[in-house]
Structures are given as structure tokens and as C-alpha cells.
């Protein structure tokens, strides 16, 4: 294949599948789709320059803010020419006007570019967003509540829920006050210097100014949560959309599924990469048809341990008996309980390692203590704990080991003995099947009695940077 027919076919399928399905030209304010933009564009494309990507010919600015309470256009407002009665139309005429002045020729705006009575358009739309954001050549952000930068931090925007992926997908941003007036006289104010906007942008927000240069993937969920745990939406289910771009995940969009359920299902999709970071939260689980091991929002991450994690990954797969993921299993014993009516109280102690001591609470006592509380204390009906490590590594060599790390992090598991058995009988042969006394004693499966999150332990005699390498078989696969 020649250079120009690898150009142009590059350009085609970015314009395609990369840029936002409608767009506005702003030379006589129409709405244009892909094959528009294909159009005015293509004579652009280089013939021979083989560093050519096709975000240097289609240029688009992009709009971010607070949607009024009523009065932004619509699609239908901007068919049907009468957009320009409503309070949002002169803020969408001031942004086509700053577009202009950066020489763009196309702009969107999510009031009026998606047809949101198109199921279609409006799920492509939503699942697009952040890359439609991150493709811009400039997003233009409007601050109506704040006339200085002083009183940025306190401006609505930094608190709504899809205004965190619109400010960490696009390359360049330009804020603007109230009134219109720039920010700063830079053309780009997401800037690599610690400039004054960079550090008002890391107080307003939380996040770092590193992280403010943001790669997006399912990965660092722990802390990546915590920037939208403070933020809100107007639609429940938003909370779990407006983070799909940030992890790299994709989910259908389903208005009516609510709140719980769409989170529920991006945990799910974050889950699939492996990262152990998205363990590190605590409180209530949410209501989940088969696990335990899902958080109810991003609120869960909020002071959540700081915990570190390496690149390993581990394999989580959501089944009917709950979130199948293999855990380092170390044994725990009962050096001391209390229950008292509400909570149960326990010191368990690791026999492979005596100076971990683990003091533990839990509100759930159904996954603490049988039915009978007066049988807890015999060894017939006493439970037996485990510690289920999740960032450990697998080391291949002339054989496989585990490796645990001086600062390690698990779930405190549970099971129970199974008091009774099928009746059963011995006969000597049953066409050739090999026959096998009766168990003395059979466990339900392990089970997650923490109420969320991980439990930070320390194995004092390994060193800061090493790990103790134990054998695979304390490695097994636990439902969560």
C-alpha cells in the first residue's frame, strides 16, 4: 500500500470512529455530520509524511460548563430555529465566537449537538465522550460563576460529574469567566509548569498535577475514584457513565437501571483488567445479586488505605457464586473474641508469622458466629479465618512460587464448618469407582466478613524492597 492511500485511510476511519458524530460549522452555523468534516478536510492529509496523524488535519474546539436549569438549545431548538428565544443561546454564540478566534471551523456542544431522542446516538454518544473531549484541538471552558481566580474553586463546575472527565481528557483548555474574559493571556492554560491556574486546578480538584496529565485505563482505581467522589449528577446512573472514558471501559447505557446497578456493572468492567487497587475501599458492599467484593459508590474510596500495587494482575471473573479471584490463603486463629449483640470483636494472630496480630470488627455476625452463639466457642462449630492476600506475585523460574511483599494487603475470609452430612454408606465397589470414607469435618466456602476493603498487614522480617518467596499451593481461588 502506497503512503497517500495509508494516509488517507488512516484519515478516514479517525474522522469515522474518532470525532464527534455532529458538529456545527460555524461559517453559516448548520449542522454537519462525519462525511461533512470527511470532506472539508481531506485535501489536508500529508501524501508522504509517515509521522502523520490524522488529529493534525480535523480540527475541532469543544465546549465544557454547567448547564443552565432550563433554557440551553437543543438539537430540535437548533432545527427548528428557535434556539435563539432560550437564556443558554448567547452562551453558545460566545463560545462559537472564541472557537473562531483559535481558527476552528467546526465546534460542538452536548446541548444541541446529540439528538437525545435518538437510543442510538445518544448510548454512542455517551460511550464516545471522553475520546470526542480527548480529540479536540481545544476545549473551552466556561466558569459562570467566577468573575477571578479566586473564586474558581468554589465555581459549580468543579463539582458536577462530567465535567472531571472534560477536564482531564483534553490535551489544551482555555478557561473563561462569566463574562467571557480569559483566564490568562497563555492560547493553552493546561500547562507543564506549576503555573498559578495549574495549582488552583490541583486545590479545586484533588487531583495532583501529574494526574492532571491524565492516560486514561483501569488502573489506580483506588485513587482515581476519590476525584469523583465529591462530585454529583443529575441522573443516578451518570455517576457510573461520566467515569467510563477515565477507566477505558465501555457499558450500555440503560436510563432506569439506576444508580446502584450502573455502578455495580462499571466495578464489574474495571474488574476485567485485574488490578487489585479496585479492592482498596471500605464500608457497605452494595447490593449485588452474587458478591460481596463490589463497593456501593466512589464515596467507598474516600480515605481508603494507602496501599501500594505493582504491575501484577490478578484474574477476576464475576460468577453465579460470586467474584471468583485467586488469593495467597494464609491461615489466622482466634486469640481472643467479644460479641456483644451487635458487633463481634476479634484478635486473630497468623501461625506462619505470630507478630501479625490483626484486630478486627465486624457488624455482620451471621458470617462470624453459627446460629447457636453458645456453640461458638467449641472447636465442632468454630470458624476458621484466613488472610487472602491479593498483591502478591506469581514468579516463574524452574518452578512457580509466590512472592509476598514486606507490606501486604487482603480480605479477611471465613468458613464454617458443615455440620451435617448426606447419610452414606461403604460398599466395596461401585463400577470401579474409587471409594472414600466420610469426611470428619466439611467447610462452606471461604466468605468475605470485612465490611469492604482490604486489611493492611506488615511482615516485619522481609525488607522494604524484597519478598519471601512460599509455595503455590497456599494459592487458591476463593468467591467473593
Known amino acids: ?150 473564586d474558581v474553586e468554589h465555581d459549580e463546575w468543579f463539582t458536577r460529574g462530567w465535567t472531571l472527565q472534560e477536564l482531564l481528557a483534553p490535551e489544551k483548555i482555555k478557561f473563561f469567566y462569566k463574562c467571557w474574559t480569559p483566564m490568562t493571556d497563555d492560547e493553552d492554560d493546561k500547562n507543564m509548569e506549576p503555573t498559578e491556574v495549574m495549582e488552583t486546578l490541583e486545590r479545586a480538584t484533588g487531583i495532583s498535577f501529574d494526574d492532571l496529565f491524565f492516560t486514561p485505563g483501569p488502573i489506580r482505581v483506588d485513587r482515581r475514584m476519590t476525584w469523583a467522589a465529591r462530585r454529583k449528577t443529575t441522573r443516578a446512573e451518570d455517576v457510573a457513565y461520566s467515569l467510563m472514558g477515565m477507566f477505558d471501559v465501555s457499558l450500555q447505557v440503560a436510563y432506569g437501571e439506576g444508580g446502584d446497578r450502573a455502578f455495580c456493572r462499571l466495578i464489574e468492567a474495571i474488574m476485567q483488567a485485574g488490578d487489585p487497587s479496585v479492592f482498596n475501599w471500605k464500608g457497605q458492599f452494595a447490593e449485588h445479586c452474587t458478591s460481596r467484593a463490589i463497593p456501593q459508590s466512589p464515596q467507598s474510596y474516600v480515605d481508603c488505605q494507602d496501599l501500594e500495587f505493582d504491575d501484577e494482575r490478578l484474574e477476576m471473573t464475576m460468577t453465579s457464586l460470586g467474584l471468583r479471584v485467586p488469593l495467597a490463603i ?63 506475585s506469581n514468579i516463574e523460574g524452574l518452578r512457580e512460587v509466590l512472592g509476598i511483599r514486606r507490606k501486604s494487603a487482603g480480605f479477611i475470609l471465613a468458613r464454617k464448618p458443615k455440620s451435617t452430612f448426606p447419610p452414606g454408606f461403604q460398599p466395596s465397589d461401585i463400577l470401579g469407582i474409587t471409594i472414600v470414607c466420610r469426611p470428619e469435618k466439611k467447610f462452606t466456602k471461604w466468605s468475605l466478613i470485612n465490611s469492604g476493603g482490604l486489611i493492611a498487614v506488615e511482615f516485619p522480617n522481609i525488607p522494604e524492597e524484597s519478598v519471601v518467596y512460599i509455595d503455590p499451593d497456599y494459592l487458591q481461588s476463593v468467591y467473593l
Not at 509521522?51 to 465544557?64: F, G, R, T
Request: charged share 25%; net charge negative; with cysteine.
Open 1 to 150: 500500500m502506497n503512503q497517500e492511500e495509508s494516509n488517507l485511510d488512516k484519515f478516514e476511519r479517525y474522522v469515522m470512529n474518532n470525532i464527534p458524530i455532529r458538529l456545527i460549522r460555524l461559517s453559516d452555523m448548520k449542522f454537519v455530520v462525519r462525511s461533512d468534516v470527511k470532506k472539508h478536510f481531506r485535501s489536508s492529509v500529508p501524501l508522504e509524511d509517515s509521522l502523520y496523524h490524522p488529529s493534525e488535519s480535523v480540527q475541532y474546539a469543544i465546549l465544557s460548563h454547567r448547564w443552565l436549569d432550563e433554557g440551553e438549545p437543543t438539537y430540535d431548538d437548533m432545527k427548528a430555529n428557535i434556539a435563539e428565544s432560550l437564556a443558554g443561546y448567547t452562551k453558545l454564540m460566545n463560545f462559537c465566537e472564541k472557537a473562531r478566534e483559535y481558527g476552528m471551523e467546526f465546534v460542538w456542544s452536548d446541548t444541541c449537538c446529540i439528538d437525545k431522542n435518538n437510543s442510538t446516538e445518544l448510548d454512542e454518544s455517551i460511550r464516545s465522550m471522553f475520546r470526542w473531549y480527548r480529540n479536540s484541538a481545544i476545549c473551552i471552558v466556561h466558569l459562570a460563576q467566577s468573575e477571578t481566580i479566586s
Open 330 to 392: 494464609l491461615p489466622l486463629n482466634v486469640s481472643w473474641r467479644r460479641f456483644d449483640g451487635s458487633s463481634t470483636q476479634l484478635k486473630l494472630k497468623c501461625p506462619l508469622c505470630p507478630t501479625i496480630e490483626i484486630d478486627f470488627t465486624s457488624y455482620d455476625h451471621t458470617n462470624v458466629f453459627p446460629e447457636d452463639i453458645g456453640k461458638a466457642m467449641s472447636d465442632e462449630y468454630s470458624w476458621v479465618y484466613a488472610l487472602g492476600v491479593v498483591n502478591y
